[in-house]
């Protein structure tokens, strides 16, 4: 089992920046992938960005590649999304997820709100 406890959501205005943390029990990053996922209003959940558990492959999301960047602290055993440039489109609850990138992710955070006002 693990478990996910995701923090640092909040309102910002465009262009600022938050960092998102995502602390996992249970098991250690470098047995499990990690990814950040994001579901806006009325929208379907998207999957932002991807860690893979050796740490040496990342992925983003054309939306915020250039903008957002993974990070992780092996030694607290969290990740960190780095978000720069942030953009009213990207208001969305935020979820971090831990498995398997190729076969799905079966563990998931509460979710937190990040709010971007115009």
């Known amino acids: 089992q693990v478990q996910l406890v995701e923090s640092g959501g909040g309102l910002v205005q465009a262009g600022g920046s938050l960092r998102l943390s995502c602390a996992a029990s249970g098991r250690s990053f470098s047995s499990i992938d990690m990814a950040w996922f994001r579901q806006g209003p009325g929208k379907e959940r998207e999957l932002i960005g991807a860690?893979?558990?050796?740490?040496?492959?990342?992925y983003y999301a054309d939306s915020v590649k250039g903008r957002f960047i993974i990070s992780r602290d092996t030694a607290k055993n969290t990740m960190y999304l780095h978000m720069n440039n942030l953009k009213p489109e990207d208001t969305a609850v935020y979820y971090c997820?831990?498995?398997?990138?190729?076969?799905?992710?079966?563990?998931w955070g509460q979710g937190t709100q990040v709010t971007v006002s115009s």
């Open positions: 997820a831990a498995g398997d990138i190729r076969r799905g992710y079966d563990y």
């Open positions: 860690r893979s558990r050796s740490g040496g492959n990342n």
